[in-house]
């Protein structure tokens, strides 16, 4: 059994919880499902945690013509529904107050004469002295639109202003190389990178934080963390649904730009990095950069063999999917990163929907023995090698397994397991992805946001991929059954290699 630690996670000391500077957080889209099921329950558990306080404001901004009232009330069921907490009546009575809602077209700059009213009613009335967090909620395609008003409004104000004006940026940042570029050069228009906060969640993920901590504040892990010792790594991202109301956006994007780029990238960086010369924003990223471009570049006549698509049966029959679509709901590949801490070590990533089980993790399987001593006399003993795995979601924790003696009279060798998760270690869930995210993005701490270089290179690493697919589209599709671990051309990348996926 662990020891408890009486600690709430994430909150190092528990007395003073990290705490928001004086601001207002307006949310373009904020009639959208993200604001409903991630953002406004982010912001309660914010309030309820003691991480915002009074000087603290949220403004929703989106076509529709609700009234505040009815914005609140939006904001209520979304709260209901999806917080991780319950709600609890005295938190909603103190934020509700603090919600108000500006409806209007994006293009129309009589929208931003009325958001900015707004925001300087609440300065007034709440003290919140001139501080926004601006979060898009919206596509890509919109973006423009509302920066460039934002900044004709003279609500968005330069970096050394005593007020800060910061922009939170959703995903998909852009759909290729050159839409991610023309993207960044547009924010770059009215940001400063120090303003413009990309938000990938999967950074903000408790167990995607600790990967970090797992490795940098403890001593034993970190000789055993290269060539020499690792066989393979594996990163899994399955997830149970499908794409369900989402197919429009599935048929543009797929899984390789859903989810490879970005997620499965953030976590394979923070694995590989190097240790970075100290905590702050630019030390990690510039860390994590250096991955990406030590990435072994996808060519041509790599990519059929490196790489597998798939899609489920079914998916064809989704709203707004096409009969003939082939777009990937699946994919597995075999990924080199190309430094001398990791020269040969292959690194195989998969991730899709509808799979046989719901599991995000790291798993990291060591080289076998050299040589087993046990066993009978002509015979020896396979000894599994050793696995540690960083259990990302559900059912968070760290795993490692390693070779027992079998209780008996001879030396039978059992792989067995050290199981910490992190309910029993620290009680209760973690915080939410977007809270953190949130209240990082409202202290002004970037190191859980992509910075420009990396978004590039990491669509320039893709890029490859996404045009061999695009010129030569897979022909067996749809090739996988729901509930499955995906296409038998994903076992065959790893069977060829004399390696098996790890399906918990
Ligand atoms: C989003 C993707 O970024 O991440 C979705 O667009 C996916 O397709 C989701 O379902 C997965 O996030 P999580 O936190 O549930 O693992």
Redo the contacts with the bound molecule.
């Keep these: 059994m662990p020891t408890r630690i009486e600690v709430p996670i994430g909150l190092p000391n528990p007395k003073q919880p990290p705490e928001a500077p004086p601001c207002v957080t307006v949310v373009f889209g904020a009639t959208g499902d993200l604001t409903r099921r991630k953002l406004m329950p982010a912001l309660y558990n914010l309030a309820a945690g003691g991480h915002v306080r009074d000087r603290f404001a949220a403004v929703g901004c989106a076509r529709r013509p609700w009234t505040r009232g009815e914005f609140a009330a939006q904001m209520r069921a979304g709260v209901e529904e999806f917080s991780r907490n319950k709600l609890d009546a005295g938190v909603w009575e103190w934020l509700e107050p603090r919600l108000d809602y500006v409806s209007g077209d994006f293009a129309d700059p009589a929208t931003y004469a009325r958001l900015a009213e707004t925001l300087a009613a609440l300065d007034e009335k709440l003290g919140t002295a001139g501080n926004r967090l601006f979060y898009l909620a919206v596509p890509p395609d919109e973006f423009g639109t509302i920066l460039r008003h934002l900044r004709d409004a003279g609500l968005i104000v330069a970096p050394t202003a005593k007020t800060f004006s910061r922009v939170i940026v959703e995903?998909p940042f852009g759909r290729s190389l050159e839409t991610a570029k023309q993207l960044n050069g547009l924010v770059a228009e009215v940001l400063d990178e120090s303003q413009t906060f990309r938000i990938d969640?999967y950074l903000g993920k408790e167990t995607v934080q600790n990967i970090m901590v797992f490795r940098f504040a403890n001593s034993m892990f970190e000789p055993l963390w290269n060539r020499k010792y690792v066989d393979h790594v594996q990163i899994t991202?399955a997830?149970t649904?499908g794409v369900g109301t989402r197919g429009k956006f599935y048929e543009s994007t797929g899984v390789l730009r859903?989810?490879v780029q970005n997620?499965l990238l953030e976590v394979l960086t923070l694995c590989a990095m190097e240790p970075p010369n100290s905590s702050d924003a630019d030390d990690v990223r510039g860390e994590k950069l250096k991955v990406l471009q030590a990435l072994r570049t996808p060519w041509a006549d790599t990519v059929p063999n490196d790489v597998v698509l798939g899609q489920y049966r079914g998916y064809r029959a989704e709203p707004d999917v096409a009969p003939d679509s082939v777009s990937p709901t699946f994919a597995a590949m075999r990924v080199f990163v190309d430094n001398w801490r990791w020269q040969g070590v292959p690194f195989y990533l998969r991730a899709g929907k509808k799979m046989a089980k719901r599991v995000?993790e790291v798993s990291f399987h060591m080289q076998p023995i050299p040589l087993s001593l046990f066993g009978s006399g002509d015979l020896c003993e396979h000894v599994e090698p050793n696995v540690l795995t960083l259990r990302i979601?559900p059912e968070e924790g760290i795993t490692l397994s390693f070779s027992s003696k079998l209780p008996g009279h001879d030396f039978t060798v059992t792989p067995v397991v050290m199981d910490m998760k992190y309910t029993e270690a620290f009680g209760g869930e973690p915080p939410e992805?977007y809270e953190r995210l949130l209240l990082d993005a409202m202290r002004g701490d970037a190191t859980l946001f992509s910075r420009r270089d990396a978004v590039e290179t990491s669509w320039q690493w893709i890029q490859p991929m996404l045009d061999y697919w695009d010129a030569n589209p897979p022909k067996d599709l749809p090739n996988y059954d729901a509930g499955s671990w995906g296409p038998e051309a994903a076992d065959r990348l790893m069977h060829v290699d004399r390696r098996v996926w790890r399906n918990p």
């Design positions: 995903k969640h991202a997830e649904v859903d989810i997620h995000t979601q992805a």
